[in-house]
């Protein structure tokens, strides 16, 4: 592993080895419940072993020639990985080309009117101290608008990408249809309302249609109770009737012994 200086930072908690990253956000396009992303992610170092001061442009290092690598993982996985080496400073930068889809959660009670969050992480399986230095965001207006952007709350290493569900759809569908039905029923039970105030009288009078409802009724509650005190009463008979049988069977075989 390279030793340079600028590689090591030190804090409070002790001296950590620092690999320096960036995230570069080309596209993103909403799918369903998912997310497109295409990303570059890019981690940077310094090895002092590789300063050559005669070269000024930065090129990529032959696959022949295996330089140290930190061991990180983007997730999802790179389609792409080129190592670039600025040999005036000895900087090596390791790009990592995403373009993949990247599944996203959400709360389901908040549904139509949910937002959706998905994670661009990084991962590092060593000692090194992954920090995030710099976001470009590189993507038009039109995308920025519709899903930002933001960085995860340390420890984590990440790009958080959230959008809002259309909810536009699901309104015209479900709720507003909903909502006429409701406000169609009050409205006419307030203009019934309104009617029966109006033309009632000043005492109370009896129709034929509450003496309808009141016949229905007592004949229903006599039908319940024919219905539940019936059978209790066969069944009661049927028991009395077979203990007397039960007593008396005994005593003729008594009488027919003799």
Aim: charged fraction near 20%; proline fraction near 6%.
């Amino acid at each position: 592993r390279p030793t340079a200086p600028e590689n090591y930072v030190t804090n409070v908690n002790g001296t950590f080895y620092r690999i320096v990253v960036e995230f570069h956000l080309i596209e993103t396009r909403i799918k369903r419940r998912s997310l497109l992303v295409n990303a570059v992610i890019v981690y940077h170092w310094t090895d002092d072993r590789l300063i050559l001061r005669e070269l000024f442009d930065d090129f990529e290092l032959p696959k022949e020639f295996e330089p140290w690598l930190p061991r990180v993982r983007t997730i999802p996985a790179p389609h792409t990985v080129a190592v670039m080496l600025s040999p005036a400073s000895g900087i090596l930068s390791l790009y990592h080309r995403v373009k993949d889809t990247v599944a996203c959660f959400s709360s389901e009670w908040k549904y139509p009117f949910e937002s959706f969050i998905c994670e661009l992480p990084i991962e590092n399986a060593g000692d090194e101290l992954i920090l995030v230095s710099t976001v470009r965001d590189l993507r038009p207006e039109s995308q920025t608008v519709r899903v930002g952007t933001a960085l995860a709350t340390f420890p984590q290493s990440a790009l958080l990408l959230s959008y809002s569900a259309d909810w536009d759809f699901a309104l015209l569908s479900v709720f507003l249809p909903s909502f006429l039905i409701v406000a169609l029923v009050f409205f006419a039970q307030w203009k019934r309302r309104k009617v029966q105030l109006v033309s009632s009288r000043p005492y109370l009078s009896a129709t034929l249609l509450d003496l309808w409802i009141s016949g229905c009724f007592i004949h229903t509650a006599f039908l319940l109770v024919v219905d539940l005190t019936l059978p209790a009463r066969g069944l009661r008979y049927a028991l009395l009737v077979n203990g007397d049988d039960e007593r008396t069977t005994p005593k003729e075989t008594f009488l027919k012994s003799e």
